[in-house]
């Protein structure tokens, strides 16, 4: 679910294989449950690893099925490892694949995705009490706030890693705010607990800042 940790993971993995592939390491996100204005689309994302990777623009590959087939073929001698995050069908996968068998591709979804065969699947789950307690006992140490009640407090109800987070960073940046205010909007590793936390975040902000915030949000590539 969201907030389960999927696009770290990906980027510690891509971050501990980089070497393996000389020739590039290239991250999408595709933003699948973004705004509609704010997601990328299959030809846009081809044509940003063309250009990424010093292609001319051809005017005979302007489709998905053209922009595809260039891609395999600039890619057949690499060894590269692409990062597709938030991917919702297979669809968008396959014309991204790189044509080199000596490439890899790391992708990152909410549910499984039906027709793609990957070599290892990889599903995460919330944390148990004690995994978050831990977490948000390590985030307040780090800001200089360790306060174990918290931190036991914040595990009791919030279990998805994002949600601690959140919510952790947000005690630590206003230690005087009531923690039983934060423990009271969502049931631990519930599908809202993301978004509540990231309401609690948000509401923290100034207006100033709030309106800022949902600008940027609607075009996070400007």
Known sequence: MAGAGKTELAIRIARQLASRYPDGL????????????SRMGTAEALRTLLNTLGVAPDPQATDVAGLSQKWRSVTADRRL?????????????????PAAEGCAVLVTSRHALIGLDPDRAVALDPLSEDEARFLADAILQRAGHRDPF?????????????????????????????????????????????????????????????????????????
């Open 26 to 37: 290239f991250w999408l996100g595709l933003r699948t449950y973004a705004a509609a204005e």
């Open 81 to 97: 490892l692409l990062i597709l995050d938030d991917v919702d069908h297979a669809d968008q996968v396959r014309p991204l694949l």
């Open 150 to 222: 918290t931190a036991a407090a914040i595990a009791a109800v919030y279990r998805l890693p994002l949600a601690v987070r959140q919510i952790t960073d947000l005690k630590a940046a206003n230690p005087s705010l009531d923690i039983a205010e934060l423990s009271t909007t969502v049931n631990g590793g519930g599908k809202d607990e993301a978004a509540a936390a990231l309401a609690l975040s948000v509401g923290a902000l100034t207006p100033d800042a709030r309106l800022l915030l949902r600008r940027i949000a609607h075009y996070p590539r400007r």
